[in-house]
């Protein structure tokens, strides 16, 4: 564990050095602050808001560090819930606001495994101490909404704002306590515009392989933090350069590693981003089902070619893929279902004749199977003409739609069997030979 050795006192930054308004705040964190202190419990802004505030950026949301216990916090806030097991937090709830009060945490007193990762950290301790426990100095930052003051312990303030990512105390170390701070460093250097601090880089290369020891379901957490952040092409791109890409995950080699799905990837990376930035709602189910299809579909084709039919060929390679994830990123089956269905759309797409395309048009997931086509004709994997013929057969009228379809193929004829004569003689000749 870090130690702190003797408890130093914060630089304090006044409103006019760091320009935050308690206005900035939001209403809940706010009262927060305000009711704990009444009740004569420390209560400050901590983390990312902080940082942001100083960006100029509006924060997602507000949390609040106090020198309170959880039980104590639960008390005071008719309207709050504990959750965490590991290390109790306390959700306070104002209206459609969710504010998440911790308690300081101490710098020692946690269990490592073998590889130094933290198994349990659940010590309660000072602000100090709370302080040094934060990942990077410019998350590191307490404001304090009753003399708009900034505390800074570490040089988190003057780090923003040089736009630097530099994390707290030895790097070895810190990597080591928790390996998804290399993939924090990554998202945070990317979706802030932020360099990373060259000690801070040093040993990310050598430690990589540390991110197998982080359990599937909290690094896929993380690492759909990273694709959700708004700068997920630049947040691949950061792990790439960092070194993190290959044997980081199955998913981000198929990323770097398949020239044919570089442009799909893109365009899929590009609309994601474009979508959060505008403040509007993306599926994880349709990031995801973009990043695997690629695999998807050399799967595909290698079953195809072991004289499978097409489609069972397909709903197996989604399994192979699927399962290939599992030890790595653990991809929730809610997500997984919604992705079958996607993939499972693509070749009922490509026909469009009879009841069939009609049939498509009711199918729950086909808007977003309609969507995952358009980006493989965009990057040139199905023709742009499939993808504008769905797009006008969705809004034409039936009169249209029916002069539109694509008429079904002839069925081949199957011969037909000779009737067996019940007296043993001869069969009789079928009625629709040719002497007949």
Known sequence: M???????????????????????????ALKVCEILRAHNYSGYIVGGAVRDLLLGVVPKDFDVATDAHPDEVHRLFRRSHL???????????FGPETVEVSTFRAGEGGEADEHGRLLRDNVYGTRVQDAARRDFTANALYYDPHDETVLDYH????????KTMRI???????????????????RFAAKLGFSIDQKTRAPIRELADLIENVPAARLFEEMLKLLLSGHSAACLAQLRKEGLHHGLLPLLDVIVEQPQGERFLRLALD????RIRAGKSVSPAF???????????AAWKINEGKDLRSIPALYLAMDQVLDAQTDKLSIPRRLTT???????????????????????????RFRAGYDFMLLRAES????????????RFQDAEMEERNAMLIPDAAPKKRPRRRRKSTSGSAPAPARDGPEN
């Open 155 to 162: 040089g988190g303030f003057a780090d923003v704002r040089k």
């Open 271 to 274: 609309q994601t981003d474009a």
């Open 168 to 186: 707290i105390g030895d790097p070895a170390l810190r990597f080591r306590e928790d390996p998804v701070r290399m993939l924090r460093a990554v």
């Open 287 to 297: 990031l995801f089902a973009a990043l695997l299809w690629h695999e998807v579909l």
């Open 83 to 93: 959750i965490g097991r590991r290390f109790k937090l306390v959700h306070v709830l």
């Open 380 to 391: 040139g994997e199905v023709p742009m003409e499939l993808a504008n013929w769905w797009t």
């Open 2 to 28: 870090f130690n702190m050795g003797a408890e130093p006192e914060p630089r304090i930054y006044a409103r006019d050095k760091h320009g935050i308004a308690r206005s900035s705040i939001s209403h809940g």
């Open 338 to 364: 919604t992705m079958k269905e996607i993939w499972s759309l693509q070749p009922r797409l490509e026909q469009r004749s009879g009841k069939r395309a009609f049939v498509l048009l009711t199918h729950p």
